[in-house]
């Protein structure tokens, strides 16, 4: 249930791909290469497939399964990638998981999903992987921090009102939002996982001026929603921050937290 178009997750793909923590993706290569062959990944909220595409060449031979729940973004990622015999795709609800598609998976992979997703889901998720020894890549879950190198008075109203409503339902029950990358660490550790993680911030210049452009844009429902802010004053600072996307040394920084846990063998 990833919510999401495909035209926004084409737009933010080179951005991920660009935060991702490189100490992480390097311990989660050498963990794979070690595990017995065949490798089997599988990748939740796949969406178009963009963590396939970043971590496929990292892990040439394994098998994928991607996982989503919305037909069109799955259509999309089999456009893309085309007939693989190694990819399989799967149409699920991750709240009724059919949990045979764990049948010899070696690690779970996710990419800004988790922070959508409420401490009961992601209670019931990790205990179904330590119940069967399957490792996780959880990547670039929002942790709440968002700046911009230059400054406006209303910023920290701004990312307060967001915050708050990232807590929301997203379609996995009462968000954690910011608070997915702590409680997922805490989670893991306690499961018998052992844990590594990293930060993986998105660093928005002018090279990525529509995607700022559009991140803005998708900050207008979550203010409303919240409702204190102004509408006047949150436009005043919306046209302030339009102004800035395509200024030399103006950057977005919003902040993620890349996580790997893998079980104890």
């Known amino acids: 249930m990833s919510g999401f178009d495909k035209d926004w997750l084409k737009l933010r793909e080179p951005a991920d791909?660009?935060?991702?923590?490189?100490?992480l993706l390097d311990t989660f290569t050498q963990y794979l290469s070690l595990r017995p062959q065949p490798r089997t990944i599988m990748d939740i909220g796949c969406g178009t497939g963009s963590t396939y595409r970043s971590l496929s060449p990292l892990v040439p031979g394994a098998t994928w399964k991607l996982l989503d729940y919305e037909v069109a973004l799955l259509d999309e990622a089999q456009r893309q990638?085309?007939?693989v015999e190694s990819v399989e795709f799967h149409r699920q609800d991750l709240n009724h998981l059919d949990e045979t598609l764990?049948?010899?998976v070696d690690i779970v992979t996710a990419s800004a999903l988790f922070d959508l997703c409420s401490a009961e889901f992601?209670?019931?998720?990790?205990?179904?992987?330590?119940?069967?020894?399957?490792?996780?890549?959880a990547a670039l879950n929002y942790d709440g921090k968002m700046e911009w190198t230059v400054p406006h008075p209303l910023d920290g109203q701004i990312v307060e009102d967001f915050?708050?409503?990232?807590?929301?339902?997203?379609g996995f029950g009462p968000a954690l939002g910011p608070d997915a990358s702590d409680h997922l660490s805490t989670l893991c550790r306690a499961s018998g996982f052992s844990v590594k993680?990293?930060?993986s911030p998105w660093r928005l210049g002018t090279d990525m001026a529509q995607l700022q452009t559009d991140f803005l844009e998708g900050l207008q429902r979550p203010v409303h929603e919240i409702g204190n802010t102004d509408d006047?004053?949150?436009?005043?600072?919306l046209d302030f921050r339009r102004l800035h996307t395509g200024v030399e040394g103006s950057v977005c920084i919003v902040g993620h937290t890349?996580?790997?846990a893998v079980p104890h063998h």
């Open 17 to 23: 791909r660009g935060a991702r923590s490189v100490s």
């Open 81 to 83: 990638i085309g007939a």
């Open 102 to 104: 764990l049948d010899g």
């Open 122 to 137: 992601c209670d019931l998720f990790v205990e179904k992987l330590a119940a069967r020894k399957i490792g996780l890549y």
């Open 163 to 170: 915050n708050q409503h990232q807590r929301f339902d997203k």
């Open 197 to 199: 993680s990293a930060e």
């Open 232 to 237: 006047d004053v949150f436009k005043e600072w």
């Open 258 to 260: 890349d996580i790997l």
